[in-house]
């Protein structure tokens, strides 16, 4: 039997694949995403981030911009955080001064809010 949830998760990736069809660069993150835990450098503090409309934002930013290979350059530590899927699949995503990202070996030019800066 189909839920409802699962029908909103099928339907949100339909739509994420019609739109990656007019996008020049395949999405990285195409899971609807439950939460953000970003532990900020030189800290113990976990930052768990749940809001829907934030998760959203993020991801929309790290999919939509500017990317590039990231495997000639060097990149001083950033901020750990990791994503978790609705599907229990986990990226681990580098953060940036500045909103930039490092994930799955892009270099990603977004401008995700700083969240260790608060």
Do not use: W
């Not at 030189?42 to 981030?49: R, V």
């Not at 829907?52 to 060097?74: D, P, Q, T, V, Y």
Request: aromatic share 6%; hydrophobic share 40%.
């Amino acid at each position: 039997m189909i839920t409802f949830k699962k029908m909103v998760h099928v339907l949100t990736l339909l739509v994420i694949l019609l739109l990656v069809s007019c996008s020049n660069q395949p999405p990285l993150i195409i899971e609807e995403v439950d939460s953000i835990t970003v532990q900020c450098m030189g800290t113990e503090e976990l930052l768990e981030i749940t809001d829907e409309k934030m998760l959203k934002k993020i991801i929309k930013e790290i999919n939509n911009s500017r990317r590039e290979g990231a495997e000639e350059m060097e990149f001083p530590e950033g901020h750990d955080v990791s994503l978790i899927t609705t599907l229990d699949e986990k990226y681990n995503i580098s953060l940036y001064e500045g909103g930039k990202t490092l994930l799955e070996g892009f270099y990603i030019h977004s401008n995700i809010p700083d969240f260790c800066d608060k």
